[in-house]
């Protein structure tokens, strides 16, 4: 039941790149998804859409900043180095890792870096922190327009329903995310369970549940995952950060920093 089976991802992107005179593949892959998922609607195909969330449609940089602020007004008292780190990383951003950016500028002392690993490990995966995320440049806009299209828009995140679902309902309606009957959130049942482990044990699920059409996710190994698992639908790798030491990212995934398109709102209506 597959949905125009003969048309690749690569040959939807380069009908996109054509009609719109986009040259950035990234940017038509956006485009032609959004066109795929209007081919499988009409077909009576549920299409969906999986979107991974952090560092996918969020942004974690001010949520890892401001737990970094609360450690240093709380141990940071006569820490010039500790002082500047953060100084640094008000003019830089953070990474991926919190304790290893400003290991980066200057700051070495185990024990200073190891009460900060865990002073931030019992606050980042937490619902009061989330209101700190900020959305990645024209996510929502975007996820409302494949809603809109009538796609179901599936939140697949390895963040945890006990600690964070509260919180994660609250950011993504916050920002204008849709969350409806035509949305699902998919929590792991626990912090401790693996990301990569969650995230495949939910192929079959998908599956039964229509057309994947799209991909969304910022971690290479994942991104890897559902794209050989749905080699039909259009996979996006954003380009935001990710884990160390991950694997190359499969050359057929396109790429985008951002799901900001020019006159998207025209094209939402």
Known sequence: MDVGVSDSPHARVGRAMKSSGDPL???AALRAMLEYIDEAHATALRPIVIFDLDSTLFHTAQRNFQILIEFVAHHGQGREDLQRATELLARDGTGWNIVDDVKARGVTDPGVLGAMRMYWRDRFFTNEYLRHDQPVEGSPEFVRACHDRGALC???????????????EESLRRHGFPMDHRTHLHMKGSFEDDDFTFKQGTLLELRKLGEVVGVFENEPTNANLLHRSFPDAIAVFLETIHSPGAPTVDASIYRVKDFLLQNLMEEIR
Do not use: I, V
């Open 25 to 27: 593949p990234g940017r």
């Open 154 to 168: 599936y939140y697949l995140t390895g963040r945890d329903a006990p600690n964070m679902r509260a919180g994660t």
